[in-house]
């Protein structure tokens, strides 16, 4: 296998190449000009660091201190508001970097897939995945903010101002994508989705914070709680304290805690998010069913069961099927099923990366009966080890610049991205737009009863915010 850094270095010039394609023979217009900062706010930006004052700083309260519980519609109500005010030029921003962290999910995904086994399930974030390098992004100075930079897949070029991402135009278009997702929920009768992005910022006793880059943070989290406690003394009571805080600031069940925090560690960088989606038309079948995790075992798990006219490709060719089912107007779940159980390893390898979506014009209208298993996902990961893994151990290590986040002696510890995802039924009408006819072709029977793939996708950011797979619904990830 190629490295890793030579994989994300070709995924950047193919991105280069799409767009000098695009340009042709007009005056040159810097690829991500819509990412990057304007020649006007770098004319500020020199202004302002001449006479600037330091920034204001704050020491965060104890993780003893009580917070309010976390109130998802609450939050789901504020993604829908911020996408309500967003114009023409916001739209294609968060379209380029729903392209942008698409591209770096597939990266991660595939060295996820690598270190787990075939047995085990794989749930990834590619939006949670980028705003958290964004967010540490935002904090960050050089050579950090240059690596990082190049790392979520925008080259510095002559590393002059007007080529650097604006950290706060990464993280609004962040916010967009991540409203698309819900907007359209509760609309012509469809479910109403949830996503809850909640930030845990854990620190040493002591340390100061800078004001600006925590509230530039609720951008891509609206809620951010930073907690001071030891991580030094006792490293795994740190661990459980932690837990004990989230899950009751959350409400959510975390069965992928905490652990292992590096004493010498000043600063804990937590992203903790919680997807619910509600399949239209779909009911839960009586009793438990047989999942076969293998040829010779089987789980019994909850199904669910629907029938209507689904988009859906077979292909000979790849041995695999996909399945597409709406989840709202925009956003939607794309299964894929190899044609035999033993490819799923061949499928995942193929299915995952940057043509994915391409399959997705394939699809057609079918009349089908689908029985899938009711999903709650859990999955747990720390962005320092699949650094190690991308060949770019201290991207976030010892001598990371993040001077934006602090002015005492930060050391970033981990770094950890925790998902709760849930996929249950919601009676009601039909799941499509319409149902088979008594008299018309018999449905197609799909029945997800042994490891399939899938991922969560909106097309108008064409942002996929989960990409995973189900070896066995019972396990945690």
Known sequence: ??????????????????????????????????????????????????????DPTFTPVPIQAKT?????QALREHLVLATEKQEEEDRMRAAKVGMMLNFLGFHMYRLLRESWSTAGGTVLSPTTLFGTLASLYLGALDPTASRLQAFLGVPGEDQGCTSRLDGHKVLSALQTIQGLLVAQGGADGQSTLLLSTVLGLFTAPGLHLKQPFVQGLALFAPITLPRSLDLSTDPDFAA????????????????RPLSGVSPDSTLLFNTYVHFQGKLKGFSL?????????????????????????????????NNLSMTRVALSKNACLLLVQPHDASDLQNVEALTFQHNFLTWVKNL?????????????????????????????????????????????????????????LELKADKGE?????????????????????PFLFAIYEQDSTALHFLGRVANPLSAV
């Not at 438990?288 to 789980?299: E, I």
């Not at 999903?375 to 151990?393: N, W």
């Not at 039909?430 to 042994?450: H, I, Y």
């Open 364 to 420: 057609s209208p079918r009349a089908i009966h689908l029985t899938m298993p009711q999903l709650t996902l859990q999955a747990s990961y720390d962005l320092q080890d699949l650094l190690a893994q991308a060949k770019l151990p201290t991207l976030l290590g010892a001598e990371a610049n993040l001077g934006k986040i602090s002015d005492d002696n930060l050391r970033l510890g981990k770094v950890l991205n925790s998902l709760f």
């Open 240 to 255: 459980e304290k932690i837990n004990r805080f989230m899950q009751a600031a959350t409400g959510w069940k975390m069965d």
């Open 1 to 54: 296998m190629a490295p890793a850094g030579v994989s994300l270095g070709a995924t950047v010039l193919c991105v280069l190449a799409w767009a000098g394609l695009a340009a042709g023979d007009r005056v040159y217009i810097h690829p991500f000009h819509l990412l990057v900062y304007s020649k006007s706010s770098c004319e500020h930006l020199e202004e302002s660091n001449t006479e600037r004052p330091k």
């Open 430 to 450: 039909q799941p499509t737009e319409s149902a088979p006819q008594p008299d018309g072709p018999k449905a197609l029977e799909v029945t997800l009863n042994r």
């Open 285 to 317: 079948l009586a009793g438990l069913q047989d999942f076969w995790v293998d040829n010779a075992t089987s789980v019994s798990v909850p199904m669910l069961s629907g029938t209507g006219t689904f988009q859906h490709w077979s292909d000979a060719q």
């Open 68 to 72: 309010s519980p976390v109130d998802e």
